[in-house]
């Protein structure tokens, strides 16, 4: 791939229907994974979500006066995109100019890595979190928080602290899927050389 084709992409008709339906399981698995990482920080943290995000997301308050739905709901609409892209960047950086795509599993191990790195960053945050509660949290955190009417401000950061490192890992996750497709490729041109 040269540096041409990353800023201005020909993509070949043969390969626009596979790359789609890769943005749109990246979507779901996005969504999904949302859906449970919000479930889980709920029950960590659940003001943050009483306190925060449903204010944020009050559009999509749900008819019944469910907590939890509310929260998986946001948890859907917070990640969806975010695996969306994910699944089109690695879609489109995997796609070659006479058509070819790595096979299904390929892109499962990416997608994998992807999420495990996502996953990993929010235990590194919320490990972080745990640690910053014996550093104590700046003002402007503790003005916010008071401003918000917050009780319980250690477990209100530690989400806080997992969220915001989810978003990296799934950054740094991403670039690791990148990775492996480009090794891949790497590695099966090698094959078809040795076998010519």
């Known amino acids: 791939m040269k540096p041409v084709d990353l800023i201005y992409p020909r993509i070949p008709l043969s390969t626009v229907g596979r790359i789609a339906a890769l943005t749109?399981?990246?979507?779901l698995a996005g969504g999904f994974y949302g859906i449970l990482h919000d479930q889980i920080t709920y029950t960590i943290g659940p003001e943050y979500f009483t306190r925060f995000k449903f204010d944020q997301f009050s559009y999509a308050r749900p008819a019944t006066n469910s907590p939890r739905l509310f929260a998986g709901i946001i948890g859907f609409l917070a990640s969806w995109w975010?695996?969306?892209?994910?699944?089109?960047?690695?879609?489109?950086?995997?796609?070659r100019r006479k058509g070819a795509l790595p096979p299904n599993g390929v892109f499962a191990k990416s997608f994998a890595l992807v999420f495990a790195t996502t996953m990993v960053a929010g235990v590194v945050g919320y490990t972080w979190g745990l640690y910053r509660r014996t550093t104590g949290y700046s003002d402007s955190?503790?003005?916010?928080?008071?401003?918000?009417?917050?009780?319980?401000?250690?477990?209100?950061?530690?989400?806080?602290?997992?969220?915001n490192a989810s978003y990296i890992g799934g950054c740094v996750g991403m670039l690791f899927g990148i990775l492996y497709l480009m090794r891949w490729w790497r590695?099966?041109?090698?094959?078809?050389?040795?076998?010519?």
């Not at 749109?24 to 979507?27: E, K, M, N, T």
């Open 24 to 27: 749109v399981a990246g979507a």
């Open 82 to 95: 975010v695996g969306a892209l994910t699944g089109w960047v690695l879609a489109r950086i995997s796609v």
């Open 141 to 163: 955190w503790r003005d916010w928080m008071g401003d918000l009417g917050v009780i319980d401000e250690e477990a209100f950061m530690s989400v806080g602290y997992i969220h």
């Open 187 to 196: 590695n099966k041109g090698a094959e078809q050389a040795g076998s010519d």
